[in-house]
């Protein structure tokens, strides 16, 4: 700032830079966020069509490696069925709540409290999501006699296991 006290070109041009990079990083962080909300929102599902990476696929999977009968087979292909048409009119309201969220006006007067109520929607989406999937297990897991409740167990672990192998792995080639 100049005696007189008027900013110097230099300084102005500075100053705007300066408060435009805090803008372009927030730009990017609101992008992000709106982008995590829709990427999840993409997949396959147990239909093969929406959903969460191909259910269906690690279900029949594990069917198989656990050896189950054609008749359980059948009884857990309908329990997932029916978890699934509930879980898509949850995973609708989720989606319209968080979309309502990225078009809110952030200068609007009743923004803050409009947050409040769609984040408690979507937390309470999340709720729902977490019940019916432990119901869905808890079915599948009455359908599966003991020997093979061991062996799905077994291979959980044996997968959890692969999982914490190959992101020890990863962290270690980006530590080189």
């Not at 490696?65 to 069925?81: F, H, K, L, N």
């Not at 319209?96 to 979507?122: C, F, I, M, N």
């Amino acid at each position: 700032m100049t005696r007189t006290g008027k900013w110097t070109p230099d300084e102005h041009q500075r100053g705007f830079f300066r408060h435009s990079s805090w803008l372009l990083v927030l730009g990017a962080v609101l992008l992000a966020i709106f982008y995590m909300g829709s990427a999840q929102s993409h997949g396959k599902g147990f239909d093969g069509k929406r959903g969460h990476g191909g259910m269906q696929a690690r279900m029949e999977k594990m069917m198989d490696e656990v050896g189950v009968s054609d008749e359980q087979r059948t009884q857990i292909r309908d329990v997932m069925e029916r978890q699934h048409e509930k879980f898509k009119d949850v995973h609708l309201q989720m989606r319209t709540a968080r979309k309502s969220l990225h078009q809110l006006d952030p200068l609007d007067g009743g923004y803050d409290a409009e947050v409040q109520r769609l984040a408690g929607e979507v937390a309470e989406n999340s709720r729902q999501m977490t019940v019916l999937m432990a119901d869905g297990r808890k079915q599948v897991w009455q359908i599966l006699n003991e020997e093979q409740r061991a062996k799905a167990e077994q291979l959980k672990e044996d997968r959890r296991q692969k999982f914490r192998e190959r992101r020890l792995e990863r962290q270690g080639a980006e530590a080189e």
